[in-house]
């Protein structure tokens, strides 16, 4: 594919993907005294046996090495009031600052978890991948913590949205 197709191609990819309705985290690691910490939604489960899923994260973020060097990382699954948080996260804001805004601990493992979200997956990392500009993080499921509500927050087409305004499609479940 020559340069003009490929950037074609590359904006029409990006405006489909504003039809990937997605749940907003933050995916946060430890990395020598230095808490690191970015709002992702490119996060999937890979395996029930063992349990285990994928973050995709761009080599260009300040978390990137960090997580090329760590041996654990955490998903935080941020609430659907907790855009703040995701904004945060998604801006220039220096780390350390970023880190004063809400309720952020550290696990036994040493990775920074968010206290409050709507639930927080420990894992160890198990695998690394690079294609394009990106890393495909692999982490085992280590440890989990789970609030009592499932309400995330969302992203659809460039925009923030609540789990509770969506609207259920009635049908077969699984």
């Not at 994260?57 to 855009?83: P, R, W, Y």
């Not at 904004?87 to 350390?96: T, V």
């Not at 600052?97 to 601990?105: A, L, T």
């Amino acid at each position: 594919m020559v340069g003009t197709e490929l950037v074609r191609i590359s904006d029409e990819y990006r405006r489909a993907l504003r039809g990937f309705a997605a749940t907003v985290n933050i995916v946060s690691c430890r990395s020598g005294f230095q808490n690191f910490g970015i709002t992702v939604t490119a996060v999937t489960s890979v395996s029930m046996m063992p349990p285990s899923l994928l973050i995709a994260i761009n080599e260009k973020t300040s978390i990137h090495k960090a997580l090329i060097g760590s041996t654990h990382f955490c998903v935080n699954i941020l609430g659907q009031d907790q855009q703040f948080q995701s904004q945060i996260f998604g801006s220039p804001m220096s780390l350390e600052d970023r880190f004063d805004q809400g309720d952020w601990r550290l696990s036994p493992d040493d990775v920074p978890y968010l206290a409050d979200a709507q639930a927080n997956i420990f894992c160890r990392k198990v695998d690394t991948h690079r294609f394009g500009t990106h890393s495909m993080f692999i982490g085992q499921v280590c440890q989990l913590a789970i609030g009592d509500v499932i309400a995330p927050l969302m992203y659809l087409n460039g925009q923030y949205m609540k789990a509770s305004d969506l609207t259920p499609v009635k049908g077969p479940t699984r």
